[in-house]
């Protein structure tokens, strides 16, 4: 066998989300999803969200477990610091998605990775959500993001894999463009 | 010595606060010249679209010495009634105007003020900032980043509909402003698609009265800028959503909906050539919604506590406002043959010329209910400045009085007292005893 025919393996089964893609074009309704999270209060700012069901292909589905989630605010907002602070779970939102779509990326392009490290840091002016100064923005200022990836694959094509990435997350887009939020109480 | 252009008070602009101070400064026979960059009521003149009238009723058309005397009291002023209104109040006050006479630099000298004109310079003891708070269109950082087939435009150049092409247009902002010529490019077949942010919604009309009637009855207008939480906030509301027409009609979201205005969230920003609304619509509207039940649960419970005669309706409820199911996000102007963004995001005062430390590091006047951070120095018709009304018509009679006392007080201080004998420092008298003064104020202020 040469070289070019090995095939690389990312852990990504690229044949089955190909053909994925192929069914969800064909009947549309399919790749209608509803993700889903829900959020119970401990104390103070220390709450506990769990996920496990979501819906999708046109019927229930189920994780295999219940995943829960502690978030708090950490000890120098006078909080007890029991879980990751909100603002963080939306850092690994955006850089697990980005990691995981660099490996079927990869995966497709037929790269091998070795390692990939994301490291994400992002500003936020307390200004904001304190209320001192209506001109500061809640929410972050910026976000950076910075890939460490050992690959068997020219700088460029790297690169290229972390374009595409980007291109086709999920929550990349979520944090870059506005969404229609509601929040009713029942 | 320059002492041909002296003075004991300048007032800047001869709009009407500038002229109701100068109707107190003569009477307490005050030295003063009004110094206006144009005529009498000149941005009322020449900043405002055509349409325009006055948001509050004609009976609430009021200052010192003149009040509205028509057949009218509930409709609203035109534009040249206004101005006719106010030309006439200085006639009757005989104020000193020197009209298109603009100022170019005001500064500190001599413990007083230096304030250069074309013409002349004039010294003065102290200086009335009375020239108006909407002078400068407040635009956003990202208005600079449309792409150039747009036109951008703001509420000060706009005069009607015929100015623009036959292309839709995005107004940003709901507040008066922005509802209003909203509405009115909207009749006029233009296509319009209105941003809306945090905005206050309120009935023109409630129980049978103007709106301005429960809220002038109430004392709400009276409210005062040191008897509010957090007057910061406070000043930055946006102004209601209120029209003045012959009809007293409501002009709310539901109703510019009705008529086919397309609303959206708040403008957050213009990528890849598409403009982008936050996703806060909802909450937006929920918020007014709730401000306005508020309101008028207030009323409610006022009328029920007073004796309001008869005529009074009964309570009433407005439908909730109606929020798209998908309010749009994104959209690329020049594909939806959008051609004009119409910038209804408030105004700024025009304070270049003040050359003097008495800004913040955001650059607002810093002052205390209109006394200004620097002794001798005053504003008027802020937004909020001492009262929730400074900024209207009938705001300028109680805060010219509380800053005209003040002012006279001032004077009447720096003249008395610590006058150093002026035969130890002959050619210096008149300096060294203002810097005296002005140490000791300082002292006073803190």
């Known amino acids: 066998m040469s070289a070019t025919a090995t095939r690389a393996d990312n852990g990504v089964n690229v044949e089955a989300l190909l053909g994925a893609r192929q069914a969800l074009t064909d009947t549309p309704a399919a790749a209608q999803f509803k993700w889903r999270a829900s959020c119970s209060w401990v104390r103070g700012t220390h709450s506990k969200s769990t996920v496990q069901s979501f819906f999708g292909l046109g019927s229930e589905q189920s994780h295999r477990t219940e995943f829960s989630f502690e978030a708090d605010h950490p000890e120098v907002f006078a909080s007890e610091d029991m879980g990751a602070t909100p603002v963080e779970f939306v850092l690994v939102g955006l850089a697990s998605c980005l990691t995981a779509g660099i490996a079927a990326v990869a995966q497709n392009r037929n790269i091998q990775l070795r390692s990939v490290k994301a490291t994400v840091e992002a500003g936020m002016d307390l200004q904001g959500i304190l209320g001192i100064d209506s001109d500061v923005r809640n929410g972050f200022d910026a976000i950076k993001v910075v890939f460490d990836i050992d690959a068997d694959a020219s700088k460029e094509d790297i690169n290229a894999l972390v374009a595409q990435s980007q291109k086709r997350s999920a929550v990349f887009d979520i944090v870059t463009n506005p969404t229609n939020v509601s929040v009713e109480v029942r | ?446």
């Open chain 2, 1 to 446: 010595m320059t002492l041909a252009g002296a003075t004991d008070v300048v007032v800047i602009g001869a709009g009407h606060s500038g002229l109701a101070m100068s109707r107190y400064l003569s009477a307490a026979s005050v030295d003063h010249v009004v110094l206006e960059r144009g005529e009498i009521a000149n941005s009322w003149r020449r900043e405002r679209w055509d349409s325009l009238r006055l948001l509050t009723p004609n009976w609430q058309t009021r200052l010192p010495g003149l009040a509205y005397r028509g057949p009218v009291p509930d409709g609203f002023m035109t534009m040249s009634e206004v101005i006719a209104f106010i030309d006439d109040y200085a006639k009757v006050v005989s104020a000193p105007v020197r009209t298109f006479t603009s100022v170019n630099s005001v500064t500190a000298e001599d413990g007083g003020y230096q304030v250069s004109t074309e013409r002349r310079v004039w010294r003065a003891r102290a200086v009335v900032l009375a020239n108006g708070s909407s002078s400068v269109p407040d635009l956003p950082p990202l208005s600079t980043a449309l792409p150039p087939s747009i036109r951008s435009l703001t509420p000060r150049e706009y005069r009607n509909p015929k100015q623009l092409d036959d292309r839709g247009v995005l107004v940003v902002g709901a507040s008066a402003s922005g509802v209003q010529l909203a509405d009115e490019i909207q009749r006029s077949g233009r296509r319009v698609m209105l941003a809306v942010g945090e905005h206050i919604r309120m009935p023109r009309t409630y129980r049978g009265r103007d709106i301005q009637h429960w809220l002038d009855a109430m004392g709400v207008l009276d409210e005062r800028f040191d008897a509010v939480d957090d007057i910061v906030r406070a000043r930055r509301v946006p102004s209601p959503q209120l029209i003045g027409t012959p009809e007293r009609a409501t002009l709310d979201l539901n109703a510019l909906t009705s008529r086919g205005v397309e609303i959206v969230g708040r403008l957050a920003g213009v990528a890849d050539r598409k403009v982008q609304f936050s996703g806060s619509l909802r909450n937006h509207c929920a918020m007014a919604d709730l401000k306005l039940n508020r309101l008028l649960d207030r009323i409610d419970e006022w009328i029920g506590n007073h004796d309001v005669g008869r005529g009074v309706g009964a309570p009433e409820r407005f439908a909730a406002t109606q929020v798209p199911q998908h309010p749009r996000l994104r959209v690329d102007l020049e594909a939806e043959r959008i051609g004009t963004v119409l910038w209804a995001t408030g105004f700024r005062p025009d304070y270049r010329w003040l050359q003097l430390p008495a800004f913040d590091r955001k650059g607002r006047l810093k002052h205390d209910g209109g006394i200004v951070d620097a002794p001798g120095l005053y504003a008027l018709g802020l937004n909020f400045m001492r009262r929730r009304k400074s900024s209207f018509i009938h705001g300028a009679e109680d805060d010219v009085r509380d800053l005209g006392d003040h002012l006279v007080a001032y004077l009447r201080r720096t003249t008395s007292s610590a006058a150093p004998p002026t035969s130890t420092f002959p050619a210096l008298g008149l300096k060294a005893r203002h810097y005296v003064d002005s140490a000791i104020l300082r002292a006073q202020f803190r």
